[in-house]
């Protein structure tokens, strides 16, 4: 069983950026692949950007460009950095591990992009 707890969203004017966090009650060396997903008001769950374990990232092309991933091994901690963001990015962002036990999310931490 592996928990993720996400972190740092928040009420944010366009134009700003926001560093969302993701813990995991595991080494990231135990996840295969972890996930950045989000889901806007009456819309479904899409993917933001993905990393192996190996390092290797996919931004889906229409999230090129503004979401950047990165990590601290040592927190346990995968980050999702979102620049130049606007209202259509609000909405709850997850994170999601793809481990050798199964695929586990995190409860999300909400987005607003409001002026």
């Known amino acids: 069983q592996v928990q993720l707890v996400e972190s740092g969203g928040g009420l944010v004017q366009p134009g700003g950026s926001l560093r969302l966090s993701c813990t995991a009650s595991?080494?990231?060396?135990?996840?295969?692949?972890m996930g950045w997903y989000r889901q806007a008001p009456g819309k479904e769950r899409e993917l933001v950007a993905s990393?192996?374990?190996?390092?290797?990232?996919n931004y889906p092309d229409s999230m090129k460009g503004r979401f950047t991933i990165s990590k601290d091994d040592a927190l346990n901690t995968r980050y999702l950095e979102i620049r130049n963001l606007n209202p259509e990015d609000t909405g709850v962002y997850y994170c999601?591990?793809?481990?050798?036990?199964?695929?586990?999310w995190g409860q999300g931490t909400q987005v607003t992009v409001s002026s």
């Open positions: 999601r591990a793809d481990t050798w036990s199964g695929r586990y």
């Open positions: 595991t080494k990231l060396l135990n996840i295969n692949t």
């Open positions: 990393v192996t374990r190996g390092g290797t990232t």
